[in-house]
């Protein structure tokens, strides 16, 4: 089975700009979940969609929103862009039908804004 | 506010002997528990989990340990290798799919 992929793996961006991630999860799974990683912040949970619908959101400002398709495919969208949000952002895709699945990562984003 | 902590920010241990990673939690709702291994540059691989309805469970080398009075749970690796030299994450979660995470600790195997 194919793993998690994220697009692009790096992006530069500029202050006031808004960004759109891609995450395709492994085949079968239907839960698609996001983070962000800064350094010495470890990973900080930002929502988490299955079948289409957001089931869980972390502490994120509204600036962060996220969407998933019918084939379980998942974006995530950054407006108005700030330096802060340069990170890591990292999808991890489940089963998601309990909540006992593991999480799968796929490689990460690496967002720069400038 | 971290609700998941992991206080040993490296930790180096020789090839061979046991490698004892600590986490401690402060959410007693949390039921779920997973460690995560992590490269540069690549996102972090699932290595073992842990309900709460266990205080053990082991997968080769790796063995996972819960404590729910002390909300704390721990990775033993033994014996370790130098391809375990990276960071390593505890997480835990109380709700579907949401989890908390802690700081990582970064581990180096010395041949």
């Known amino acids: 089975k194919a793993g998690v992929t994220q697009t692009p793996r790096y992006l530069i961006k500029t202050r006031g700009q808004q960004v759109t991630l891609s995450c395709s999860p492994i085949s079968g799974h239907r839960s698609v979940s996001w983070y962000q990683q800064t350094p010495g912040q470890g990973l900080q949970f930002l929502f988490e969609y299955f079948s289409e619908t957001q089931r869980n959101k972390g502490n994120f400002p509204g600036r962060f929103s996220g969407r998933q398709f019918s084939n379980s495919r998942s974006e995530m969208n950054v407006s108005t862009l700030e330096l802060g949000d340069s990170a890591l952002y990292l999808c991890?895709?489940?089963?998601?039908?309990?909540?006992?699945?593991?999480?799968?990562f796929g490689p990460g984003t690496r967002l720069t804004v400038l | 506010d971290q609700q998941v902590k992991q206080n040993s920010p490296s930790l180096s241990v020789q090839e061979g002997r046991i490698s004892i990673l600590n986490c401690d939690y402060t959410?007693?709702?949390?039921?779920?528990f997973l460690w995560y291994k992590k490269y540069p540059a690549e996102g972090p691989t699932f290595l073992i989990s842990?309900?709460?309805?266990?205080d053990k469970n082991e997968d080769g080398r790796f063995t996972v340990f819960l404590n729910k009075s002390a909300k704390h749970l721990s990775l033993h690796i033994v014996p370790s290798q130098p391809g375990d030299s990276a960071v390593y994450f505890c997480a835990a979660s109380g709700d579907f799919n949401k989890f908390y995470f802690g700081s990582g600790t970064k581990l180096n195997v010395k041949p």
């Open positions: 959410n007693s709702m949390f039921d779920y």
């Open positions: 991890a895709s489940s089963l998601g039908e309990t909540s006992y699945n593991e999480q799968f």
């Open positions: 842990i309900s709460s309805i266990k």
